[in-house]
């Protein structure tokens, strides 16, 4: 792929704007300057620098990002700044959407990508991908609040009782919720329905994959091989 291509199919904006970085001796690819819009390389593996930030290809972006909280995960947030902004602006020229949404007070795992078949995967109700909630609670409970989600409890406007896939109490104000859908408010209407009231929320792991201890909130990372590995294990 000539190099002109190659950084616009990454983010760096339009073939034009692309050219000129090129041109303006911006770029190195693995390791040597290029001022060559049209020279091609292999893109298996290719590390390259724009403005001495370095970069490898990715045919399609897959990230993980530590939500905080005060930030929208909507494209158009109304109130608060939404979650893409806290991404560089190359991936969001690049299109990356956030898979599934958190409440504006809710923290932890969000994934991110532009690979549509990923995209679809996680967020389809038919794989039924676990996530995984750490929920601090307002009033003090033991464990019959965890075996009353495990049975299932009837939300408003919900056909059929609705169960976590599991619940753990780890201790009086904090429980790990699992859940195999992503319904409206769902954690907070459950906790609601069980008698007791979310305090905080965050998203501790999405199927297998568990938010790191070392991304700091507000922080995003690629996701590895290993990472996708075990989100593909995660489904059921
Ligand atoms: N359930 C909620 O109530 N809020 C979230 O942000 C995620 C799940």
Known sequence: MNLERILHSQGFGSRKLCRILILNNEVTVNGEPCDDPAADFDTTGLH?????????????AHLML??????????KPAIRPGVHSLLPALLRERGVQNIGRLDEDTTGLLLFSDDGQFIHRMSSPKWKVPKIYEV???????TRIAQTLMQGVQLHDEPEPIAA????????????LTLGEGKYHQVK?????????????????????????DLAAGM???????????LARGQT
């Open 48 to 60: 390259f620098t724009v403005k001495g930030e370095a970069w490898e290809f990715r045919e399609k």
């Open 66 to 75: 530590h939500k905080p909280a005060g930030y929208e995960c909507s494209l």
């Open 136 to 142: 601090t609670l307002k009033h003090p409970a033991d």
């Open 165 to 176: 896939l599991n619940c753990v109490l780890i201790n009086e104000h904090v429980l790990h």
């Open 189 to 213: 209407r459950m906790i609601a329905a069980a008698g007791n009231r979310v305090e905080a929320l965050k998203r501790i792991a999405i199927g297998r994959l568990v938010l790191p201890d």
């Open 220 to 230: 995003w990372r690629w996701l590895s091989e290993d990472d996708l590995a075990k």
